[in-house]
């Protein structure tokens, strides 16, 4: 094998390795995401119950007329926290998708110039697909991990939206609906349609996103218990 050659396999499956690594980051920081969006909506939930008297003892706000108040004040302050780390797992979410768009486009630079001498002898390092169908799929990936994203942000403002209202005069407006806001954390859990959305659909092939993630593995010798 050339030295071309051997540098290309070798840049190659480094930038495979990173597509690989990228996209299980992104399942990690989802799931830590999944938490502190479940930690959300229980305190938003809460807040807008503590403002409705029948939560409370009748023996209680008597004596304690600014309790409502003060458990509001605790409950948002606490949900701004939550939001703040929230916010930061979204970002390193979407620092994956960079990450693996940069690792396609590195598939790309890869490749020799058409009709160069180094392109008569360029042989395509990988077993199961060309440089150019890899960073193809590559970015396909990236606009659905995108659309999951984006998913979650509206999640999370709608979120950030509610804890506002919470905190103004009208504090029992744009309530939440926890058997919604339960289904909305079911899609953080389950990513539904995310590992079967296709990157390829035609009448000669097929791939979704479960079939790319094999893909890679199989390219890189990864065995996965």
Known sequence: MSAANTNAERHSRAALMDIYKAERS????????????????????????????????PSILPQFPDLADRYLEATLAEAYKKLEQLEHKISMMSRQIERMQAAGESLLKILPPKNSTAADTFRQPFATGTLQWYADLTFRACKVYREAVDMRVTHIDELRASIIVLGSVDRLGNRLD????????????????????FLLDSKSSSLMLSDFDDLLKAELCIEEI
């Open 178 to 197: 926890s058997e919604e806001q339960m289904a909305k954390l079911s899609c953080w859990l389950h990513s539904p349609g995310l590992k079967n959305a």
């Open 26 to 57: 992104w399942d990690g920081w989802n799931s830590d995401g999944l938490a502190i969006a479940n930690d959300l909506i229980n305190l938003v939930l809460q807040a807008h119950n503590s403002q409705e008297p029948s939560v409370w003892h």
